[in-house]
């Protein structure tokens, strides 16, 4: 505690005046100062080890604040400027988005457009309330794979997918009859879009006419409109797609699936207080379960 105090004040009085006054000496308090020193690298190069292996886990894809979470729900509570500091000097960063450059929606089409619904209100109350779509694209030694996904955005939780080698109405019908089928909604859901002609297809819309799903569509060219889907399309490219090189079509696609798996059931999400979409999910249900009991 002496030494302890000398360091927290060594700017404010003279080394010496102040070994005097608690009775220490000077050089065992730099034996003491070194002493520390040597238990703060063991502990650091500790920390340094259990980051290694949850960015590996993880895909090299945990920022500071995920990874603070992550070392305290292990035990391990340490300052997210200590957080920051070790994972800039030993290369344990997040990796860096990149930007889209294949086009995926066709808004030049004679389709009808639904409006805007959803206005931004990317919240929901529970599951299967409102769901968002969007397509997107990987590439490969054979060509362009495109992807097209549906998220529920109560937990964002995918829901449904599917892949093809072109863009196409039959892809976006695929993606959705999935989601339809896995989690069979009640009425009360809203479908969200971009205006695309995958999405304004007479079979697409008469699909969730006949599912009694409302059905709302973004402003021309806004893709703020539709945020939710493309932040887990960004999101996808860099934990996922840019880090492989796919020599085919099902290499991809066979990642893609397993990624959705670690997204929906392992990876920590910061809008969900670093829940996993699965655990909150199941979380929900519980309480709705525990409430509508009768001993409730």
């Known amino acids: 505690m002496k030494y302890a105090w000398i360091g927290q004040h060594a700017g404010q009085w003279p080394l010496l005046w102040m070994c005097r006054a608690l009775g220490v000496s000077a050089s065992g308090?730099?034996?003491?100062?070194?002493?520390?020193?040597?238990?703060?690298?063991?502990?650091?190069?500790?920390v340094v080890a259990r980051m290694a292996d949850i960015q590996q886990r993880h895909r090299?894809?945990?920022?500071?604040?995920?990874?603070?979470?992550?070392?305290?729900?292990?035990?391990?509570?340490?300052?997210?400027?200590?957080?920051?500091?070790?994972?800039?000097?030993?290369?344990?960063?997040s990796r860096i988005r990149r930007r889209y450059r294949v086009r995926t929606t066709d808004s030049n089409h004679r389709f009808p457009v639904a409006a805007n619904l959803l206005e931004r209100r990317f919240g929901a109350a529970a599951p299967d309330r409102t769901w968002v779509a969007d397509l997107t694209y990987v590439h490969t030694g054979e060509g362009w794979l495109y992807c097209a996904f549906v998220k529920d955005l109560f937990a964002g939780k995918i829901v449904g997918w599917a892949m093809g080698q072109a863009i196409s109405g039959h892809l976006t019908l695929a993606?959705?009859?999935?989601?339809?089928?896995?989690?069979?909604?009640?009425?009360?859901?809203?479908?969200?879009?971009?205006?695309?002609?995958?999405?304004?297809?007479?079979?697409?819309?008469?699909l969730l006419?006949?599912?009694?799903?409302?059905?709302?569509?973004?402003?021309?060219?806004?893709?703020?409109?539709?945020?939710?889907?493309?932040?887990?399309?960004?999101?996808?490219?860099?934990?996922?797609?840019?880090?492989?090189?796919?020599?085919?079509?099902?290499?991809?696609?066979?990642?893609?699936?397993?990624?959705?798996?670690?997204?929906?059931?392992?990876?920590?999400?910061?809008?969900?207080?670093?829940?996993?979409?699965?655990?909150?999910?199941?979380?929900?249900?519980?309480?709705?379960?525990?409430?509508?009991?009768?001993?409730?």
């Open 175 to 206: 993606a959705l009859r999935m989601a339809l089928g896995l989690r069979l909604p009640s009425s009360g859901l809203m479908h969200h879009s971009d205006r695309g002609s995958q999405y304004a297809a007479n079979d697409y819309r008469a």
């Open 209 to 296: 006419r006949a599912r009694g799903i409302a059905v709302s569509m973004s402003r021309s060219g806004n893709c703020w409109d539709n945020a939710p889907m493309e932040s887990f399309n960004g999101t996808l490219k860099v934990e996922c797609i840019y880090q492989h090189r796919f020599a085919t079509r099902d290499q991809a696609r066979r990642a893609i699936v397993e990624y959705i798996g670690y997204y929906n059931t392992e990876r920590a999400h910061s809008s969900l207080n670093y829940q996993t979409p699965a655990a909150f999910e199941h979380a929900w249900q519980a309480r709705q379960r525990k409430e509508a009991s009768p001993a409730a």
């Open 29 to 46: 308090y730099y034996d003491a100062k070194r002493r520390a020193g040597q238990g703060r690298q063991a502990a650091d190069r500790a």
């Open 60 to 93: 090299g894809c945990y920022g500071w604040r995920r990874m603070q979470y992550e070392l305290g729900q292990g035990g391990a509570a340490v300052n997210h400027k200590r957080v920051k500091k070790l994972m800039r000097q030993h290369g344990l960063q």
